[in-house]
């Protein structure tokens, strides 16, 4: 049988092979964290402390601001040194609590529960809303909003994205792993909570490893079904994956809830199992520093609030002259303007690209119309023409050519052989213009 | 620690890796594959074949660069499109063009000039043509000087053959005498498919050999630099046309249906080149497949067409240029449908989810 797959799509070399067998280790717990108060999708939140105040670990230090919005915990046990506007990793200023740790590594008091299963779905929703789950894979969106789909959007079915497509990025696949009977937990929680029998979980066919893992852990229950997917960038996207495993196509514009479906992440769903279980916030989650610029590529479970430039040291930092250095994967990630950033709850990796390897975009050549873009969109969209109507100040033509059902997955970019930053053509028509 | 301080850190947009391909390996590759029928042309027509090919190559970088520096725009002739160009050109004409006497030199020189600054430059260069330039060109020449155009050196391959004899190209023996005499001239039937196979026939320089033209065109397969699409619509609509409508009774002259000899349409005039590397040309072609499909029916049709009821014992050129116009409004009406979308009033069967109103 062929592997579930979807339309369009590209192969990067995936780079795994760098970090892939680092088995996930604790980083360094650093002197002094700086959190962010926003540092998911929604409302940022309202601090909770004053500056020289005592929090413990897991102590609750900003409450949510909306509906969509998370709370967040300290990440050490320390004094709150600092309370201001602290740069994020894309290089805005942030309302950011600064904890001085005092190296007690003291617990707040967590609440455990080994018979998390017999809790109501609206108890088990508490519990990962208090806990400050937002989506690990990048896009930080609060996990609680997801699992309150509107009534008249009625849930079928789980979906883990344990794709991991983006080249170089291993996090997903080491907590696969490693911890597969706890990401099965989290996956059955989440359909608990949605009153849902069927759970799919969608892994690239080239971690094989991940994919015995998780069959092995998932063996005992009937309703859960491990996908092998075709390896194919962007595979891991919210559409792809959920065509690649139901076969259901979500609307264009639309939700995944639209076609009866949820996503989580593979490290959304550990952090769901540990916040119900063991009443556990997320102060830590897996960051995999990788690349041909760095000296020993990691994966490390490291606390909210660390700098990246102490991961960079942690991991015997940069070699080969240091030319960009990336919050995510390849394709999607963002450059860093600096490496004393925070990691935050959507960070899923720290790549280095070596200066000799990175890829200038000033100079680009004119569209010759190959076509290659127009034939690997997975959104079957135009490319080609979103960039150059959008090169030629066109924008409102644009939305004739569905500019903004594209998320920017990069993959026109990627094979362009003019080497047109069509993304970033993308995004300015997306800003000249409104849906 | 070897930490680097903040102001050298690059930041750029996302992707942050790309693919190797380049539009230069692109062009480059797509000359290379022309390489086994300029051989071949070398092979038949001698050394004039190669001078004129030649002379057209020279006079269309050189075009390009004067244009660009005249313009002081940004020099582009290393990226292998002006060389195409040229070399398309090239290939696309009668090696009795190599001529002092009368004096043709000139001929392949405005040729280029025609095709590299008038229709490529001056519509705002590489990826703005709206015609194939070296077709332009030609059609350019074949208007200006249709004797000198239509004059067909005999392929003697003999290497220094400088005074070859005039002759007619197979397809203006089809069309002025018919099939009988054309197989005549060759022999037998299955002669004249051996010849016009190899290119052991009168004809431009690059065109006459379907075998050469066959491997440069499974490379650009091969390299996926042309997918299937335009040649086998093309093709295909001409093999079935010309079999539809190209028969005639030998006797009256009168048209019979069912009758007509495909191979000889297929590998004789410039049908193999058209259909491989020039109805494919990525700027002047619709850009989505399934429209490449309707542009290659179109080529192949208006091409039959011209050949069978035209003027011209040849249409390849004109078949091409003509849909070249069609090409952006192709693209248009067979626009991409976005990921997801319904057809209109059918319900999405696939999911098994009904279309909610948002």
Aim: aromatic share 8%.
């Amino acid at each position: 049988m062929s592997a579930m797959t979807f339309k369009g799509g590209i192969h990067p070399p995936d780079k795994k092979e760098l970090a892939k067998d680092s088995p996930i280790k604790e980083a360094r717990i650093p002197q002094r964290v700086v959190i962010p108060l926003s540092q998911h999708v929604g409302a940022p939140c309202k601090s909770l402390v004053s500056i020289n105040q005592e929090v413990k670990k897991g102590e609750l230090i900003g409450e949510p601001g909306g509906f969509v919005s998370s709370p967040v915990h300290a990440s050490v046990s320390g004094k709150v040194v600092a309370i201001g506007e602290f740069p994020n990793a894309m290089g805005r200023m942030v309302t950011s609590v600064v904890i001085e740790n005092d190296g007690k590594e003291e617990w707040t008091s967590l609440k455990d529960n080994p018979d998390y299963l017999k809790l109501s779905a609206d108890e088990l929703k508490e519990k990962i809303k208090t806990a400050g789950i937002v989506g690990l894979g990048g896009a930080a969106f609060p996990t609680v909003v997801k699992l309150t789909p509107p009534k008249e959007k009625p849930i079928d079915a789980v979906i883990i994205n344990g794709a991991e497509c983006e080249p170089y990025l291993t996090a997903d696949y080491r907590l696969m792993v490693e911890k597969p009977a706890e990401i099965i937990e989290g996956l059955k929680i989440l359909m608990k909570i949605l009153g849902v029998s069927k759970g799919f979980v969608g892994i690239e066919d080239n971690k094989p490893e991940a994919i015995k893992q998780m069959k092995e852990a998932a063996k005992a229950e009937s309703g859960i079904e491990v996908c092998a997917l075709e390896v194919k960038y962007p595979q891991g996207a919210e559409k792809m994956l959920i065509k690649a495993t139901t076969g259901r196509k979500v609307p264009p514009r639309g939700l995944p809830m639209d076609v009866r479906v949820v996503v989580q992440n593979v490290g959304t769903a550990l952090a769901v199992y540990e916040a119900v279980r063991f009443g556990k916030p997320l102060i830590e989650r897996v960051v995999t520093v990788t690349g041909e610029g760095i000296n020993n590529p990691s994966n490390l479970m490291v606390r909210i609030g660390s700098l990246v430039s102490e991961l960079i040291e942690e991991c015997g930092g940069f070699k080969n002259g240091v030319g960009k250095v990336i919050s995510g994967g390849p394709m999607m990630g963002f450059a860093l303007p600096s490496l004393d950033v925070p990691v935050t709850k959507g960070t899923s990796g720290i790549l280095v690209i070596p200066e000799e390897d990175v890829i200038h975009a000033e100079d680009f050549e004119p569209c010759i119309r190959c076509g290659r873009c127009i034939d690997i969109c997975p959104m079957g969209l135009m490319p080609s023409m979103l960039s150059i109507l959008s090169e030629k100040g066109r924008y409102e033509e644009t939305k004739e050519y569905d500019l903004f059902d594209c998320f920017e997955c990069g993959s026109c970019a990627f094979v362009c052989p003019s080497k047109r930053p069509i993304v970033q053509f993308i995004r300015l028509a997306k800003s000249m213009t409104k849906p | 620690m070897a930490v680097k301080k903040e102001h050298e850190l690059i930041v750029t947009v996302s992707p942050h890796i790309r693919d190797e391909e380049t539009t230069s390996r692109i062009m480059w590759t797509v000359n290379l594959s022309l390489l086994p029928a300029m051989a071949m042309g070398a092979y038949f027509f001698g050394p004039r074949a190669v001078f004129v090919t030649a002379l057209c190559i020279i006079s269309a970088v050189l075009s390009e660069y004067f244009y660009q520096k005249t313009l002081k725009k940004k020099i582009t002739i290393t990226d292998g499109s002006a060389f195409l160009t040229g070399l398309l050109l090239g290939i696309n004409l009668p090696s009795s063009l190599w001529s002092f006497n009368p004096f043709l030199i000139h001929v392949p020189i405005i040729g280029s000039f025609v095709a590299v600054v008038i229709t490529k430059q001056l519509f705002g260069g590489l990826g703005y043509n709206i015609f194939n330039p070296a077709l332009i060109g030609r059609a350019f020449l074949m208007i200006s000087w249709p004797k000198a155009m239509s004059t067909w050196s005999e392929p003697t391959a003999a290497f220094l053959a400088f005074d070859a004899k005039t002759t007619a190209t197979p397809l203006s023996i089809l069309k002025e005498e018919g099939l009988g005499k054309l197989i005549e001239v060759f022999g037998d039937k299955m002669n004249l498919y051996k010849e016009l196979f190899v290119g052991h026939r009168a004809g431009s320089i690059g065109e006459t050999s379907a075998l050469a033209l066959l491997i440069g065109a499974a490379f650009l397969l091969y390299k996926r630099y042309v997918t299937w699409h335009i040649p086998v619509s093309f093709l295909g609509t001409a093999a079935l046309l010309a079999w539809v409508f190209g028969g005639k009774d030998l006797h009256t002259g009168k048209m019979l249906f069912f009758a007509g000899d495909p191979i000889i349409h297929l590998i004789s005039g410039g049908m193999l080149l058209g259909a491989f590397f020039m109805a494919t040309d990525y700027v002047t072609c619709p850009s989505v497949r399934k429209g490449q499909i309707i542009f290659g029916i179109g080529c192949g049709a208006l091409t039959v067409l011209i050949r069978l009821k035209g003027a011209y014992p040849e249409g390849v050129m004109f078949a091409i240029l003509l849909m070249n116009c069609f090409a952006p409004i192709i693209d248009r009406g067979f626009k991409t449908k976005v990921f997801g979308a319904l057809n209109p009033g059918r319900k999405n069967i696939s999911n098994g989810v009904k279309e909610t109103k948002r």
